[in-house]
């Protein structure tokens, strides 16, 4: 007779092998229980009930934006809603499109690295840039032709920005006047964008108007000496206002509410120029300096007594020098790709501008835009050096979707990823973010 042997273990008390067991007297395998929660029944009604919670359709503007999650979720609804010449003058870029391919790739090729035990019971998104606060670190760029996507355009831009506690970007081509924008958002910290034009006084005039409005930054763009090759605007026949041809009389029977607005409110103006007629690629041409050099840069410092801001960084040794000819902060951007295809991507120029500034002691501040989407795409760019971020497309498709709510709802979605990001990685509150934060993939 065999035992079964439990080692180390002696108050086991051994059994007789089974097979010593006669057949007649071995206990039979008990039938195997059912759980109660596994048999089948009749539901009953009181079971249902809850589960029957049909809630009623809503179509308002208000329901429709509040099922919006993301960016893209509102640039869906933003091309639905908008006709194909002005949605593509927003959601387009230039040649081939592929700088503005590469730049939203360059947030998708990252890693987070997130610390972990840390109390994020409380986000704190404020920071400071331009020696005043702002609630979140981003604000809104420069847009020109604004309200030929929506008809609220830069109003619902500038206030939005306002009840957010953020700064807006008035640009040259914006249509709404510097003084309008200033009376619509009286308590919002407004900024303007500058093309120099080969016309100095006329600069002049508009540096004068900016400042007294209010505007406490001028913002100079300077990657535009000529106009990049927009080829869907050249495809749709993009011109300043809309034409009404066969195509758009077409397309605007599928998009009434946007041909309404457009034409039952005052025809579009400009904050910097006379009404215009013609394609928008001639009207960059005929405006813009090509001749802009940086000594250029040193009379606009001499003028300017506020903060002064230079868009359109592409090198480290441009973002160095501008600083050298008294800016106050860089944009790194490359207009959103709309001007040179294949040409630098913000996001990776970040860590070199980063890096240049430390060592060269400078207090000036880095901001980038191009390609964010989300706020994990702007806490990413935290974390590498910048201390401020810009949206253009975002907050546009969030204002064809749905005015002002529209830019309203963008800008909720961005605060909203952001503190979920910001948790995730175990920070709470922006300086702690480090590029330690951020793995680039290499590809």
Known sequence: MTHTIQPNNPEVTLAPDATDVPAATAPRPAASAVPAALKRRIPKYADLAPLMQFKKPEFSKEARLKRASTIWDLRDMAKRRTPQAPFDYTDGAAEGEITLRRAREAFLDIEFRPGILRNVSSIDLSTNILGKPSRLPVGIAPTGFTRMMQSEGEYAGSQAAEA????????????????????????????????????????????????????????????????????????????????????????????????FNFLTHEPLTFASLSRYTGTVADLINSMFDPTLTFEDLDWLRETWKGKLVVKGIQTVEDARKVVDHGADGVVLSNHGGRQLDRAPIPFHLLPGVKEAFTKDNSDAAIMLDTGIMSGADIIAALALGADFTLIGRAYLYGLMAGGRAGVDRAIQILEKDMARTMALLGVSNISELTPDHVHLLNK
């Open 164 to 259: 957010a506690g953020i700064p807006y970007t008035l640009s040259t081509m914006g249509t709404a006047s510097i003084e309008d924008v200033a009376a619509a958002a009286p308590n919002g910290r407004n900024w303007f964008q500058l093309y120099l034009w080969t016309d100095r006084d006329r600069s002049l005039e508009l540096i004068e108007r900016a400042a007294k409005a209010g505007n406490d930054t001028l913002m100079v763009t300077v990657d535009t000496a000529v106009a990049g090759a927009r080829l869907r605007d050249v495809r749709n026949g993009m011109t300043i206002p809309p034409a009404l041809t066969i195509k758009t009389v077409l397309d605007a029977s599928y998009r009434p509410a946007w041909w």
